[in-house]
């Protein structure tokens, strides 16, 4: 999956989107079943395929051993994902900080 901003730079991906298109997609199933087949609260994952909270600490044990991967593989995931975000949002506040300099 690759997304666009318009600028035409490469746009973070959720891990959640991820999560749902190539592997709950990918399995015909919901985010509900996949909750319920691996013990994870079905609200928390209907939050994170739509973006509304990050992949929580112990889902990746889940998700590897549900879709065949490793908990490293969605940790790294949401690892990249997360200081994407915090870029894009602070990208003005962060350009206008003067370094400090030694007197």
Not at 24 to 35: H, S, V
Not at 83 to 88: G, R, Y
Request: aromatic share 8%.
């Amino acid at each position: 999956m690759t997304v666009t901003d318009i600028e035409g730079e490469l746009a973070p991906f959720r891990p959640g989107e991820f999560l749902m298109e190539d592997f709950i997609e990918g399995f015909d199933i919901t985010p509900n079943t996949a909750a319920l087949s691996n013990g994870d609260p079905s609200r928390r994952i209907c939050e994170s395929v739509h973006g509304k909270r990050s992949i929580a600490t112990d889902a990746p044990l889940r998700f590897g051993k549900q879709y065949g991967t490793t908990a490293q593989f969605w940790l790294d995931l949401q690892t990249r994902y997360d200081p994407d975000l915090a870029e894009d949002r602070a990208a003005e506040q962060v350009a206008a900080i003067e370094p400090l300099r030694s007197a």
